[in-house]
């Protein structure tokens, strides 16, 4: 119930940030929630968690009871008449809160596990939301791509009608139809790759590969960025993971100890007596009854010094590993965040860029109008107006990419 509550706080925060539009943002929440829903990556992580806490059952238990029989083969003669067979039982048990001891280790263990559930969830999220953007580009470039091959045939309407009154060439007219068979080419490989993306998408969501997926006609960038709390990197459950571990090594630790005091047992040794016929005194063939008190003592303890020593170095290791890890998310949170500012500059450049290209066009109109038009100025306008499309595109993607990846490194 813990983790489905984060999973719920979580998706709402990344719905809100990663899309600006709100029926947008429920799209993609729902993709995520059903992905959570239906990964077998984060089921599996849930039953190991399931396990490693049954496990705190287990080690909560006393050893087995022994119980053994005999039978005197060669029977021996006593006082009170013949030995005839023996019964003993034992019970040992530990020392005082090893048991205790037992179980806050595997239940530190059950904690650790815990993150990995945790740290799935994150990467889930991330990889569902990048491939729904990849989506989303590839989508788009196909309608950019197809409005400029509409273009291009208003252009070559424009060129064949200059080549009636001899103010254009054939050669013009070829020169548009290779670019439009050019277009059209690129945006058939786009649907190709639309589709295995397609396919990745239904897999993260664990459903049929084939099934559509509803795609924002259109993303825009905020605004501005929401701020970043970067405090937050230090309690991501990648690092809280090594806290965990680091907690679980001190319980062991702590059951080391107790293991290695001594341990008790106590039980009862029963023997049959067989009266002779010969023997007249009244305590014949009485059986004897002998409780039993043992003790188990680890004389040679060097296991027990040797595995406090693992555990000092063990501490150690996972200090190092988590200074390690808070060293590379540190990077990649500043890679992210530079990264995005990068996107909103390209971005707002390609705007500028595109605006400017149009007005170039614009230009071309009213000279087509005039009685002149170069036509390889109009596929050179078309070229650079298709580019900065792209670029824009691709500024979109990246922006709200690394707001992704930023979410999955500060949010809690």
């Not at 009636?164 to 139809?177: T, Y």
Request: aromatic residues 8%; glycine residues 2%.
């Amino acid at each position: 119930m813990k983790h489905k509550k984060f999973n719920i706080k979580l998706v709402l925060a990344l719905g809100y940030c990663l899309l600006s539009l709100f029926v947008n943002a429920q799209q993609l929440e729902t993709y995520i929630e059903d992905a959570l829903a239906n990964s077998p990556e984060i089921q599996k992580f849930e039953l190991q968690h399931r396990i490693a806490t049954e496990k705190v059952t287990e080690v909560n238990s006393l050893p087995n009871a022994e119980f053994s029989a005999g039978y005197f083969v060669l029977e021996p003669e006593t006082r009170t008449g013949t030995q005839r067979f023996k019964v003993s039982a034992k019970q040992m048990m530990p020392w005082f809160g090893t048991l205790t001891s037992r179980e806050n280790y595997a239940s530190a263990l059950a904690d650790a596990k815990y993150e990995d559930i945790v740290i799935a969830q994150r990467k889930l999220m991330v990889s569902v939301s990048q491939s729904y953007y990849k989506l989303y580009v590839n989508k788009a470039k196909q309608t950019i791509l197809l409005e400029n091959s509409k273009l291009l045939k208003t252009y070559e309407t424009l060129a064949l009608t200059s080549i009636e009154v001899g103010k254009a060439s054939a050669v013009d007219v070829l020169k548009l139809q290779i670019r439009q068979n050019e277009l059209e080419q690129l945006r058939h490989v786009l649907e190709q790759q639309y589709l295995a993306e397609q396919t990745t998408f239904n897999k993260l969501l664990n459903r049929d590969k084939n099934l559509e997926i509803d795609v924002v006609e259109a993303l825009i960038l905020p605004s501005k960025d929401f701020e970043i709390a970067t405090k937050n990197l230090a309690l991501h459950p990648e690092l809280l993971k090594y806290d965990k571990l680091f907690q679980s090594v001190a319980q062991s630790e702590l059951m080391n100890q107790k293991e290695s005091h001594p341990s008790f047992g106590f039980g009862f040794d029963y023997i049959n007596i067989q009266a002779g016929s010969d023997i007249t005194f009244s305590e014949k063939g009485k059986d004897i009854f002998m409780p039993t008190l043992s003790l188990s003592i680890p004389i040679f303890n060097k296991k027990y010094k040797s595995k406090t020593k693992q555990n000092e170095l063990e501490q150690q290791e996972i200090v190092v590993q988590k200074q390690e890890r808070l060293n590379t998310l540190e990077t990649h949170l500043d890679e992210a965040v530079n990264e995005r500012i990068s996107a909103r500059i390209s971005y707002n450049t390609q705007t500028k860029n595109l605006k400017q290209a149009k007005d170039a066009e614009d230009i071309l109109i009213k000279s087509y109008e005039t009685g002149t038009i170069d036509f390889n100025d109009v596929l050179d306008i078309q070229e650079l107006q298709l580019k900065f499309q792209m670029n824009q595109i691709e500024s979109v993607k990246s922006y709200y990419t690394q707001t992704t990846i930023i979410n999955y490194l500060t949010q809690h």
